[in-house]
């Protein structure tokens, strides 16, 4: 029998509604393939920013992982980043541990050994992050009290340990796990004076790529704008507690800027990583009303809108397939190329409800874009014979597209807004230009 | 402090070891967890997966699934993939997550059974026991599934067992399904720990020996007291051609092979010790290693060793 991946249309799905979106293209239904996007998803210490890279995101902080020792087992990628040297620690869980919970009791004299190794080397951390996974989860470990005993342990030297829950059978939940590692991570800061011409970026671990933000805010009179992944140190990461207000930049740091909001005073707002450049410039518009401040974008959205044009005229034809393991939202990206006059001929990302919306829009645009699910185990006969795609975007599309140029767009590193859309076209210009040539 | 790693990341799991063991053999590999042990195996411990798509899957759990124990909706699940899915057999390959609710596998197993018209494998691994336990584990179940009794291949016809990855990095040899019907008239080489265990298993007589090992002998002069620390069958074949060696393993070190000097290691500090107690002259291991061996003056031989560095 011949076999093939399931895949509807735009279209259809449309014709069906949110409501009745087939079960194929939704996660939670099935069997999880094994595909390069749910791998990355699905292991949280593989690739990208997951929980343990996360977790240290926090300058001068180590992580002990107590767990079994399958589920450290990948961050041998991580710790061979020079970053994470000497970061990673683990206390490994056997089987009698799972019965009695006896590991739990280990953890302080752990943390205290990991510390004198540490100061042995001259390398004292100012945080200690402790890693626990689905096993804790399941045995409802209650980890704050671990982690104040931890504490307690090594009072003197007045290094803090707080919980990271890596907990995968969650991340459907209310509370999944890289919203909960960014609560950790926030929770580390204790009120201070307000500096009315500070502002913290936060949503993304790396920093974000200089660009047109940045430079609103600067021109609007703001002195210092923070992010974590900038902090060189311990203490510069705690005056984020200064902020006058957090400009959020991922919604999954959401539940930390309710936090920071509650416990710090700091009101937030929230902009969202698009690539349509009208939506781009009624989110600056909303930031600027929001903050009381004035945004010239004028400047920027016509560069952006030049870049646009510079490759529609270059490539009138050109046609994309796109993954999700790519700094955007698949289906918003698909729709800002199709308003742009590019082709999407295939999608491969799991459609949440949410995401409907934008589907809708697609099939009024293309209503024959095929979307694949990522997850739904007949991608194992996915062929890419029938695409009609020059190019791939997301690190994912590749591996389903091996024979068109590749654009990845998925590097820690991120540029937003007007910037973003620019230095998205340039890269795909360069990409087409390396096949040409 | 017993368990705590301050420089080594943790060797590959007994998850790992089942799946590099079923991973070329044509059957739909459901490993039951909520994603995150199926990304370390397919994204880390399993290097065939870059190169083609095999129908490994995450059983993706979710919390109230695992709360709730809901078997029913596994079985229907992978009932609906069996469906869909071209498969010689289905394998379940346990996790941490069935280990801590206590999956009863035997009942997975007959309520799978009534669904799919498949050979059922069942394979309680945990994610706390290392590799080669769970090669053996696969090794057993394959062959309670598919060993029959044909003794149609020739006495002489060589099947090497137990050089998966994980052992062999990229020098591994597959083991097909017709290889496991054929077992009984095969000529068995165990390759390595779970390779040794294999072998027992068809109660037949068996070579004990490392093609990694003679490698490496074709291409290195070694003199001295050497302390050779890999996988068990790796030291012995240096040892029965000629080097004067001690093995000392993270994995299992069967009596048939185990003498004087060697030994069976977990911690870090043990090797510390051994690496720096004076007696040796040259050291075989994975380069991951030198770094509990500071201070260590003597000549240094790599032996990459997938399972403990994840390096080829």
Same mark, same amino acid.
Request: aromatic share 8%; proline share 4%; charged share 25%.
């Given at each position: ?56 995101? *926090?300058?001068?902080? *180590? ?244 870049? *646009? ?129 | ?35 995150? $042990?199926?990304?370390?195996? $397919? ?201 004067? $060696? ?67």
């Amino acid at each position: 029998m011949r076999r093939e991946a399931v895949t509807y249309t735009a279209k259809q799905v449309a014709e069906l509604g949110r409501d009745n979106i087939p079960s194929e293209l939704l996660s939670g239904q099935g069997l999880v393939y094994s595909s390069p996007a749910t791998l990355a998803y699905n292991s949280p210490g593989a690739e990208g920013f997951g929980v343990k890279r996360a977790g240290l995101s *926090v300058p001068e902080s *180590v992580m002990l992982i107590v767990s079994p020792g399958c589920c450290g087992r990948n961050t041998s990628i991580v710790s061979s980043m020079p970053q994470y040297e000497d970061r990673f620690f683990y206390l490994l869980m056997d089987e009698t541990d799972l019965v009695t919970g006896r590991h739990l009791t280990k953890i302080p004299d752990a943390v205290s050994e990991v510390v004198s190794f540490l100061e042995g080397q001259g390398k004292a951390p100012r945080v200690v992050m402790i890693c626990i996974t689905c096993v804790d989860a399941l045995l409802g470990t209650d980890m704050e009290r671990v982690c104040n005993a931890c504490e307690a342990k090594i009072a003197d030297t007045g290094i803090r340990v707080r919980p990271c829950y890596m907990y995968a059978l969650t991340r459907e939940g209310r509370r999944p796990p890289m919203v909960h590692v960014r609560q950790t991570l926030y929770s580390l800061l204790a009120p201070m004076e307000k500096d009315p011409r500070s502002v913290n970026l936060i949503g993304n671990f790396a920093p974000m790529a200089e660009g047109e933000l940045q430079r609103y805010l600067l021109e609007a009179g703001v002195k210092n704008i923070r992010q974590i992944g900038a902090c060189g140190t311990y203490d510069e990461f705690l005056k984020m507690a200064s902020a006058n207000f957090n400009i959020v930049t991922n919604p999954e740091a959401r539940a930390s800027a309710d936090d920071m909001s509650r416990e710090l005073g700091i009101p937030y707002i929230e902009l969202t990583r698009v690539y349509g450049i009208r939506q781009v410039a009624l989110q600056y518009q909303a930031l600027a009303q929001a903050a009381g401040i004035t945004i010239d974008l004028a400047d920027d959205k016509q560069e952006a809108e030049q870049a *646009v044009f510079d490759l529609r005229e270059k490539y009138p034809d050109l046609t994309f397939n796109i993954g999700e393991c790519i700094n955007a939202d698949p289906f918003e990206l698909a729709l800002s190329l199709l308003r742009y006059g590019f082709k999407v001929d295939e999608i491969y990302a799991t459609l949440a409800p949410e995401k409907f919306r934008y589907v809708a829009k697609i099939a009024e645009l293309s209503p024959d874009t095929k979307i694949y699910c990522n997850m739904e185990p007949t991608m194992l006969y996915y062929d890419v014979s029938s695409s009609r795609a020059h190019i791939s975007l997301g690190k994912d599309a590749a591996y389903y597209c091996p024979d068109i140029p590749n654009v990845a767009w998925n590097e820690d590193v991120q540029p937003f807004g007007f910037q973003g859309i620019k230095e998205l076209m340039a890269r795909i210009d360069r990409a087409l230009g390396e096949v040409t040539a | 402090m017993r368990g705590l790693r301050k420089v080594l990341t943790p060797f590959a799991p007994d998850q790992s070891g089942a799946v590099s063991v079923l991973y070329n053999l044509g059957g739909l590999i459901v490993i039951i967890d909520a994603g995150g $042990c199926t990304g370390n195996v $397919c994204g880390f411990d399993e290097p065939r997966w870059h190169g083609a798509r095999a129908a490994v899957f995450s059983a993706g759990l979710r919390d109230m699934d695992a709360i709730l124990g809901r078997d029913t909706l596994l079985v229907s699940k992978i009932a609906s993939a069996a469906e869909r899915i071209d498969a010689r057999f289905v394998a379940l390959v346990g996790t941490p997550v069935p280990a801590t609710i206590a999956t009863d596998y035997k009942a997975l197993k007959r309520m799978l059974e009534k669904k799919v018209d498949l050979p059922i494998l069942t394979l309680p691994t945990d994610g706390m026991k290392l590799y080669d336990s769970g090669e053996s584990v696969a090794y057993k179940e394959l062959f309670e599934a598919f060993a029959g009794d044909d003794v149609r291949a020739s006495e002489g016809e060589e099947l090497v067992l137990g050089a998966t990855p994980l052992t062999y990095g990229d020098s591994y040899t597959d083991v097909t399904l017709e290889d496991i019907e054929s077992i009984r008239g095969r000529r068995l080489v165990a390759a390595s720990s779970s390779g040794i265990e294999a072998a027992r298993l068809t109660g037949k007589d068996y070579e004990i020996r490392s093609s990694l090992a003679e490698a490496l002998l074709a291409g290195e002069k070694i003199e001295g007291k050497v302390l050779v620390c890999h996988d068990e069958v790796f030291g012995k074949t240096l040892r029965d051609n000629g080097i004067d $060696c001690d093995i000392a393993t993270f994995f299992t070190l069967h009596d048939e092979i185990k003498q004087g000097g060697d030994i069976k290691i977990t911690e870090e500090d043990e090797f510390t010790s051994l690496a720096l107690s004076g007696r040796y002259d040259v050291i075989i291991a994975d380069n991951c290693l030198q770094k509990l061996a500071k201070g260590y003056e003597g000549r240094w031989i790599d032996a990459p060793f997938f399972a403990l560095s994840g390096r080829m």
